[in-house]
């Protein structure tokens, strides 16, 4: 069998053997069968490693023909070439990681086999979309993490807010999906094919206006923006930490928001050919990196922090794809991946810890009961706020080097969010672990507890790759060429050098991204460990604004979702008061009449019956003599 077959196989049996079978199954297999579903994947990728390596072409499996509509054929095809590899990797490694920890997780909930069916259609949607040889497979996988970010956020759906973040996950998805689909429209339209192997070395050769080319970049981007979370489409996001916290570490880390990035960088000689919608994304992902970074500064809840970090995180990768630094933004969904995976187990091991509480509020001094997560979390942590030498100080380091080479201007906006990053990422870091406990009974910390090892080696080893993570792709000025711009290089159809700076920048741009650790480290530290600041509810200035996600939320429900209930309600109320009801009392007289005067023949007395009868039989004769 073809090994992107398999690839794809194993994470759809566990589906179907936990979804048909896993109600009957007894609890402790379940979760296992779904972790080595997955996990099986990722061996099978590793496998083919050295072949891929050998052969940069990769590997071609076309299926079947799916549709065909006179010049335009629409195949089931796909691809295990580098970047294919790269982002099956990153799935199922991590997804493995996350399966694991979901075996202790969710060990109390009633329903582990849904769960883990729902995960594993989840790792088979995404592979779908990542493995697919054309925009139909990946359209396909783009649905297919769509519902399935609806099911598993939405999972403890007994709670309306949970069912309702789940609902707003798939609405604005969709809308993103829109533009998306009007994109594959003028693709095959104008190029007659779908498939990444005929359209983009067509379009690179120069088939097809700026115009056109911009359009379809753009139309692909808001679709991005939907799945990747960016402004204006970004609200759903926080909301869907509604879902179990594996859940929210499988969407943020190697999963659904990933996606936008793999798509621009799949087509990115499209991008490159369109200057404009090269803006457009820088423009998107500056804004969201800012505001996102903005918010998180005063959330509480530990969850919505990581889940601002994400978006904010996106921001940074979508910069990256707008100044044309392609293999960057993919390194940083690498590192990412590595330690917002382990910050959002971390987050989920304290949660499990002090009973399911996520108010960083009712938190503190957790450090001597959860050592492991302690350890692990803080450098999951210290990667993404920069520190030098880890993962996150060399993808980031990386995307603010690409960007002082644009603009200066927007290498200081993005070294402010980047220093909002670390004051942010420091404060859910102190008000969890350090200072007094502030739980609403004292006598609850003793019931405060580490968790098992399901949970803990998951954790021990993403800070493995956290800390390890920057070797995958180190710096010019260390190595002369990166491993992973190696690796990507013979996939790319239209490549622009990388532009090096002169040792005295490089030094600055170092010494900046230094700098910007320390400061949002040392503010943290005074304010929230020396000074031992308690969060509280805030009730004026710009505090109640950020506290309040700059009250974006109350401004859709209020431009969009209120003014579409209202309209909702009157068309119900003319469908239902004018047209059914109004129907009915019309109709009701008529029928009433003519029940009434038929009721007058059903009387019971046979002999009219047979006089019916016989009437009936003569008008049946007439009209056979009449007619035939």
Same mark, same amino acid.
């Given at each position: ?10 994470? !759809?049996?566990?589906?179907?053997? #936990?979804?048909?079978? $896993? ?31 050998? /052969? ?30 790269? *982002? ?28 883990? =069916? ?17 925009? @139909? ?35 604005? #998805?969709?809308?993103? /999906? ?25 379009? =690179? ?48 880390? =190697? ?44 959330? #509480? ?60 509020? &009712? ?13 692990? @979390? @803080? ?9 030098? *030498? ?21 290498? $200081? ?56 993570? $920057? ?16 690796? !990507?290089?013979?996939? &790319? ?9 002169? *040792? ?18 040392? &503010? ?25 996600? @700059? ?78």
């Amino acid at each position: 069998m073809n090994p992107i077959a398999l690839i794809l196989a194993f994470p !759809l049996l566990g589906f179907l053997i #936990n979804g048909l079978l $896993g109600p009957k199954l007894p609890k402790s297999i379940v979760g296992w069968l779904g972790s080595i579903a997955v996990f099986a994947s990722f061996i099978l990728a590793v496998s083919k490693w050295s072949l891929i390596l050998a /052969d940069a072409k990769g590997i071609n499996w076309n299926a079947y023909t799916f549709l065909q509509i006179e010049q335009l054929t629409l195949n089931v095809s796909f691809t295990l070439d580098r970047l294919s590899l790269w *982002m099956t990797l990153i799935i199922t490694g991590i997804g493995s990681l996350i399966h694991l920890y979901s075996i202790s997780y969710m060990d109390h909930d009633e329903q582990p086999a849904k769960f883990f =069916a729902y995960l594993n259609l989840f790792i088979f949607s995404m592979l779908l979309l990542v493995l697919g040889s054309n925009f @139909l497979m990946l359209f396909f996988g783009w649905e297919g993490v769509g519902l399935c970010s609806y099911l598993l956020i939405g999972f403890w759906y007994t709670n309306k807010d949970f069912g309702h973040a789940a609902r707003k996950a798939f609405v604005m #998805n969709r809308i993103g /999906d829109l533009g998306l689909l009007l994109g594959m429209y003028l693709i095959a339209s104008n190029y007659g094919s779908l498939e990444y192997a005929e359209v983009l070395p067509s379009m =690179a050769q120069g088939n097809g206006s700026v115009s056109l080319l911009t359009g379809i970049a753009v139309l692909l981007f808001i679709g991005a923006i939907g799945k990747s979370a960016q402004v204006p489409l970004f609200t759903w996001l926080p909301d869907a930490m509604a879902g179990p916290t594996p859940v929210s570490a499988l969407i943020h880390a =190697a999963t659904m928001v990933t996606a936008g990035i793999y798509l621009v960088v799949r087509t990115q000689a499209l991008f490159f050919l369109s200057p404009a919608a090269r803006t457009v994304v820088l423009v998107i992902g500056v804004l969201t990196a800012l505001i996102a970074a903005v918010i998180a500064l005063r959330q #509480n809840d530990i969850k919505k922090v990581l889940a601002y970090s994400t978006v904010s995180q996106l921001g940074f990768m979508f910069v990256a794809l707008g100044v044309g630094a392609y293999t960057t933004a993919l390194f940083h969904v690498t590192t990412h991946a590595f330690f917002k995976a382990l910050l959002f187990l971390g987050a989920g091991s304290v949660i499990h810890g002090v009973h399911d509480e996520q108010d960083m509020r &009712y938190m503190g001094g957790l450090k001597s009961k959860m050592p492991v997560t302690y350890w692990t @979390l @803080l450098i999951g942590t210290l990667a993404i706020s920069g520190f030098p *030498m880890l993962s996150g100080f060399f993808s980031k380091d990386e995307i603010l080097a690409n960007v002082f080479h644009h603009s200066a201007l927007v290498y $200081g906006i993005m070294a402010f969010a980047a220093l909002l990053t670390s004051v942010y990422m420091f404060r859910l870091f102190f008000l969890t672990f350090h200072g007094e406990y502030r739980g609403t009974e004292k006598l609850e910390f003793d019931k405060v507890h580490e968790s098992n090892w399901k949970m803990t080696t998951p954790l021990l080893v993403l800070a493995l790759l956290s800390v390890l993570g $920057g070797l995958l792709n180190l710096p010019h000025y260390i190595s002369h060429e990166g491993f992973l711009s190696a690796w !990507l290089k013979p996939t &790319y159809i239209m490549f622009e050098e990388v532009i090096h700076a002169d *040792m005295t920048t490089e030094i600055l741009l170092i010494s900046m991204a230094v700098l910007i650790f320390l400061v949002g480290f040392v &503010y943290s530290r005074q304010r929230y460990l020396v000074k031992g600041v308690s969060p509280e509810v805030e009730t004026k200035g710009v505090a109640k604004w950020l506290q309040n996600k @700059l009250y974006i939320d109350e401004f859709y429900n209020l431009v969009v979702v209120k003014p579409l209930e209202v309209l909702g309600d009157i068309l119900f109320a003319l469908f239902d008061t004018l047209l059914l009801y109004g129907l009915t009392f019309a109709v009701h007289p008529v029928l009433r009449w003519v029940g009434g005067r038929n009721r007058k023949i059903q009387n019971g007395n046979i002999e009219f019956y047979l006089l019916y009868m016989v009437v009936a039989i003569a008008i049946l004769l007439g009209v056979n003599l009449l007619f035939v």
